[in-house]
């Protein structure tokens, strides 16, 4: 950016705000070229007419975008093929009526691709930090691992 005059003693008017943002600045240099704080030039902008009410931010439930949302359909697991619960197993099950779906398998058929393998990652990194490791800890961690390479490899069921 050029060095400016120095304006201090020049009053920026509306007419000289409007050809200088015509001319591509900012406020933020406006203000600085006039030595004015950009909270002045805001209540200017504000008495002149040119500046929108401030929106306040809204609490709104995340709608997630067509483009970006893959929705793959839940694999079909009868009670039967289903393995029984284990408090601790990174194969958690969920319960839905009379069927169960493993938390891996609902996560997988809900995530694309990338984001599904991002998933394996963040869990094996989650069991793999810390300052001691149980062997709980280290079991997750391959059992995550293994995942992510049959993934990676190809069988995963993409």
Do not use: C
């Not at 938390?103 to 069991?127: C, P, W």
Request: proline fraction near 6%.
């Amino acid at each position: 950016m050029k060095a400016t005059p120095n304006k201090s003693k020049e009053e920026l008017t509306k007419e000289t705000y409007i050809k200088l943002r015509d001319q591509g600045l900012t406020n933020r240099a406006i203000a600085l070229r006039y030595k004015i704080s950009e909270a002045t030039l805001y209540s200017r902008r504000s008495d002149w007419g040119l500046s929108k009410p401030r929106k306040r931010p809204t609490m709104k439930t995340a709608k997630p975008k067509e483009k970006e949302t893959v929705q793959k359909p839940l694999p079909k697991v009868t009670e039967h093929e289903a393995e029984p619960v284990k408090k601790d197993s990174a194969r958690a099950l969920t319960q839905q009526a009379d069927t169960a779906v493993s938390t891996i398998d609902f996560m997988q058929a809900r995530m694309s691709a990338e984001h599904f393998k991002g998933y394996l990652i963040g869990n094996v990194l989650k069991h793999s930090s810390g300052p001691q490791f149980s062997p709980e800890d280290v079991k997750k961690m391959v059992w995550y691992g293994n995942k992510l390479l049959e993934i990676m490899e190809g069988g995963g069921g993409e």
